[in-house]
C-alpha cells in the first residue's frame, strides 16, 4: 500500500481545501503569479472552485485531484494537470503543493508519481511539462524523482512577488516514464 493516493476533488473536499489552504496560505501563495481572491479562502469559494475544476474535467482542459493520506484520508496537497493541448501535441503542465506540516516525507514524489501515470494510461497524453523557480529545491527533487528531464530556462518568464522570475523546464514523456518504472522495480 502506498502511503498516499490521489483522486479527484469531490464537492466533500471544500472544508479539508479551505483548511490546507488558510494553514498554507503564505507558503503557497509564494510561489503563484496571481493570488487567489479573498473569496478562494471561504468554503463557498472553494465549493466554487471544485465544481469549476470538475466542469474543466468534462471539458478535458484542466485536471485537479486531491493528494491524501492512505492511512487517514486526511487531505494533504494537490496535483493538477493545466494547459491542455490535443492533437498532433498531446501535452499539458502539471502543478502541485504539498502541506509544509507534510514535506520532506516523500509523499509528493509519489503523489505526482500516481499522477504522471495517469495522465499517461487514462488520458493518452505523449509528453507532460512542468515549470519550477531555480530556488524550489523541493520542487526539482520531486520532478527528477519521477523521471522527468530538464530541458532548459526560461528567463524571466513569470512576473511573481514583483519580479520576473527565470523557471527551469522540465519534461517527461510516456515511453520515458516507463523506462524508470521499469528500471525502479
Known sequence: MFPVYIRPY??????AVLEVNLRNRDHFEYWMPIKPSPEQYTIEGQR???HRH?????????YAYGVFLSETDQLIGDVSAMFVQ?????TCMIGYQLDAAFSGRGYMAQAVGLFVDHLFDVHQFHRIR??????????IRVLEKVGFRKE???????FI?????????FALLKEDREESKHANL
Open 10 to 15: 469531490i464537492l466533500e473536499d471544500a472544508a
Open 48 to 50: 466554487e472552485r471544485i
Open 54 to 62: 470538475q466542469e474543466l474535467m468534462r471539458q478535458d482542459a484542466y
Open 86 to 90: 490535443r492533437g498532433p501535441a498531446e
Open 130 to 139: 512542468a515549470e519550477v523557480m531555480p530556488e524550489n529545491i523541493g520542487s
Open 152 to 158: 532548459g530556462i526560461a528567463k524571466q518568464n513569470l
Open 161 to 169: 512577488n514583483d519580479a520576473w522570475e527565470d523557471f527551469i523546464l
